[in-house]
């Protein structure tokens, strides 16, 4: 039973090019070129996360990472529990063969978000001026007053974003955040216990590599792979499993340009068992005039096949390095950018 992690296939890989090559047989998530020359190996079993959040209705723990391993129970949605480790092992889906390592036995890694539980200091003084968070436990409940024992509104994920309007002390004694857009489409929404969300600062949404010229940045999205790919000139800079269209949802092919920027977006959309309700997509970058996107995903690890309604799918740093890397850039307090601009990154789909 082989374990690897992200810095131990580079170890082994040696370069960004061997190390892509083995993408579709492991959980990479995403690779990034200036990552590739100085990566350091870690230990083999490392687990991508501390904690996984289980992302559908039931999960199998089994003995063994194998699919006819002995059950040793079922795991719940948004049950959290301690990742212990990974490895390749029997794949439960076809595309991917990772599980983790739990106290019990083995979970199939499609089907759990790896989180952290990171308690943040409140900034309450920057509150009110608005800046963009992004949760940074497992969950988190907001409500319709800053109180924990006020009607929860929604559940909030890790990862998701969203833009913080002002602070209150809540009757528990502890700050709170009341956040907006992202969850609602105004400044007015509920509140979120401001140890739950971490500011994002201005620097960590700056353009990146600002210098390289606009028809020298392309991205490529390879359907077949489910690799998103992005160049500068014939350099690879990143590449990364995504999760695209599928069924009659499929992620349009052709030739197509950044158009509309978002920090974070509530998606709505489909019908009966197709119906999403999604707060806090991150870092939207959308290259179709219907809205098919760039975003990060919380609500499955599943990337390397095709499950979406048509957007690319991808683990949340992944989606906002490129939401900083594509043209247009948004500025920070921006909520949204329109812009048919024909210096805007190229997106090619095949």
């Not at 131990?8 to 061997?18: E, F, N, Q, V």
Request: glycine share 6%; with cysteine.
């Amino acid at each position: 039973m082989k374990l690897w992690t992200r810095r131990s296939l580079l170890k082994h890989a040696g370069t960004l090019a061997a190390a892509l090559a083995l993408a579709p047989f492991t959980n990479l998530g995403y690779l990034f070129a200036d990552e590739a020359a100085d990566a350091q190996p870690m230990d083999a079993d490392q687990p991508p996360a501390p904690l996984g959040r289980i992302t559908t209705w039931r999960l199998a723990i089994r003995e063994a990472p194998r699919r006819n391993a002995k059950l040793v129970r079922y795991a719940y949605n948004d049950e959290v529990l301690a990742l212990l480790a990974q490895a390749v092992g029997d794949p439960l889906l076809p595309h991917n063969p990772v599980w983790y390592k739990v106290e019990e036995g083995w979970l199939h890694s499609s089907f759990v978000q790896p989180v952290r539980q990171d308690f943040q200091v409140p900034e309450p003084a920057l509150a009110s001026q608005g800046f963009w968070a992004q949760v940074t436990v497992p969950f988190t409940e907001a409500r319709a007053q800053p109180s924990p024992h006020a009607r929860r509104v929604r559940r909030l994920y890790y990862t998701s974003v969203y833009r913080v309007s002002e602070a209150a002390i809540g009757e528990d004694g502890q700050w709170w955040y009341r956040i907006g857009h992202g969850l609602v489409w105004s400044n007015a929404g509920p509140y979120v216990p401001a140890s739950h969300l971490r500011r994002i600062p201005p620097e960590e949404l700056m353009p990146v590599h600002p210098e390289v010229l606009p028809d020298q940045k392309r991205i490529e999205v390879d359907l077949r792979r489910q690799i998103v790919t992005a160049y500068e000139g014939d350099r690879v800079v990143l590449t990364a499993r995504a999760a695209t269209g599928f069924g009659r949802f499929q992620t349009p092919r052709g030739q197509h340009r950044i158009i509309r920027k978002r920090m974070s977006s509530r998606m709505i959309g489909g019908e009966g068992r197709d119906f999403y309700d999604l707060p806090g997509v991150p870092f939207p970058a959308y290259f179709t005039a219907t809205a098919v996107a760039f975003h990060g995903a919380y609500w499955h690890n599943d990337f390397g096949r095709q499950r979406s309604h048509g957007c690319v799918n991808l683990p949340a740093p992944v989606a906002q390095w490129i939401w900083r890397w594509t043209l247009p850039p948004m500025g920070y307090n921006e909520i949204e950018i329109r812009r048919n601009d024909p210096y805007a990154t190229r997106v090619i789909v095949f």
